[in-house]
């Protein structure tokens, strides 16, 4: 008789945004006439750049002639797209990777949930806490997290507190992890690493023999010079490091699926490489991006595009200087919204993390996300995207205030 993965029957029924969704609407049933402001899930509010839009329909049309029409696309991406990415995000940046060293795929959300099947189901991983839920859902469901206690904390996984204490940023594990979870500038506390602090933990990885999965996809958001945007800017990177992008969060991507993952040749385990693995991977299960949409991922990089994105971040980011004085100014401690479109707050009166979502949503009619739906050290802690319109931005500090 079949049998189902039951791993899957460990996870909580349903995924943190989810939840936050359906409590949302449930709410808005209730309180048809109240406008609700959602600063909750890190999605996109402004509409794709012109550069972008005009590529997209350009692609659009070659789809509709015969002389110009595609078909499959190539396994790892189309080259126009692996080389400028390669030239601009890495070559400008004194990276040393190569256009075929870029997997290119429908977005990093995929990609950090994937790229643990190369692995074998025994190796250990260690994740921050809080930490984007994705990295260990799919290592729950892949059998290598064994057995939660009732906070929801796993015990084969090994958290990494990232705490006030400590600036919100890991210190190396007492126990040797196998691979590494990291996301800077971070998901969900808006904490970023100085690069010597990144090139401790390639060192780290390259003695210990881990892999680090280095999730960059709010790179763009980077505004101070210390911080890495790309853990190949560490020397020894190639030999330990995975890293994922996303056109997401940097060009408005997040309804048209966009993503790449690096993987150096010289990244090998057991003298086998990582590349060939999740080549052989992507080859089997997946059949690209869409075409028109790399040809709107390579308009990103044109010099019309670059200038476009760069209005529509500084216009998030000015979202997240809104949230961040304003919450100073309503004495709420914060942190994270200058290198990220995240903002941390602790919450007040030590309400838990659910509690004042439910006194948010019910009293102001604003939306984030509880702190505790990260990890456990996420308690007492709550998240606001800059992601919204800055009109519902502005509405919302006010409405805060005025609790
Ligand atoms: C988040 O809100 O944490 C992100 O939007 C989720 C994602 O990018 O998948």
Redesign the pocket.
Known sequence: MVKINDNYLKLKSSYL?SDIARKVKEFESSNPDKKIIRLG???VTQPIAPAIIAALHGAVDEMADEATFKGYAPDLGYEFLRNTIAENDFKARGCDIAADEIFVSDGA?SDSGNIQEIFAVDNKIAVCDPV?P?YVDTNVMAGRTGTARDDGVWSDVIYMPCSAENGFAPELPKTEPDLIYLCFPN??TGATITKSALQAWVDYANKIGAVIIYDA?YEAYISENDVPHSIYECDGARTCAIELHSF?KNAGFTGVRLGYTVIPKDLKVDGVMLHSLWARRHGTKYNGAPYIVQKAGAAVYTDEGKAQIKEQIAYYMRNASCILDGLKSAGYTVSGGVNAPYIWLKTPDRMDSWAFFDYLLKEAGIVG?PGVGFGPHGEGYFRL?AFGSYENTKEAIERIKSL
């Open positions: 945004f899930i890190g999605d959300k984007y994705v998901n969900p996809a997401s996300t995207t």
